[in-house]
């Protein structure tokens, strides 16, 4: 089985940034589509950004676009969302999820995702 395992949130101020990383182990990862969510508090599940194992395409909602880029390390098997100008609607639990079919036309939905990591607390204060 593959498990996905992120890291990196942590209470933030407001402008300042964070790195999340999500290691991935098991299978190779190849045609995998690899997706960032969040949740906060009473709400709905939230896409936040998505990218192809092979880096080749990316994609954001646009509340984070030009403040967070989705990248990975094939050699190390992570994936990562860099956040930049936090703000504090930002502040949610981070998931890290894996389309193992690699359908990148269903990547901003949840239930598309078969891989879930346990999830990282990010809070962004002020």
């Known amino acids: 089985q593959v498990q996905l395992v992120e890291s990196g949130g942590e209470l933030v101020q407001a402008g300042g940034s964070l790195r999340l990383s999500c290691a991935a182990s098991?299978?190779?990862?190849?045609?995998?589509?690899m997706g960032w969510f969040r949740q906060a508090p009473g709400k709905e599940r939230e896409f936040v950004a998505a990218i192809t194992w092979s880096g080749g395409s990316t994609d954001y909602t646009d509340s984070v676009k030009g403040r967070f880029t989705i990248s990975r390390d094939r050699a190390k098997n992570t994936v990562y969302l860099q956040m930049n100008s936090l703000k504090p609607e930002d502040t949610a639990v981070y998931y890290c999820?894996?389309?193992?079919?690699?359908?990148?036309?269903?990547?901003?939905?949840?239930?598309?995702?078969?891989?879930w990591g346990q999830g990282t607390q990010v809070t962004v204060s002020s």
């Open positions: 999820a894996g389309d193992r079919a690699g359908r990148w036309g269903m990547r901003m939905t949840p239930t598309n995702y078969y891989y």
């Open positions: 098991g299978r190779t990862f190849s045609n995998y589509v």
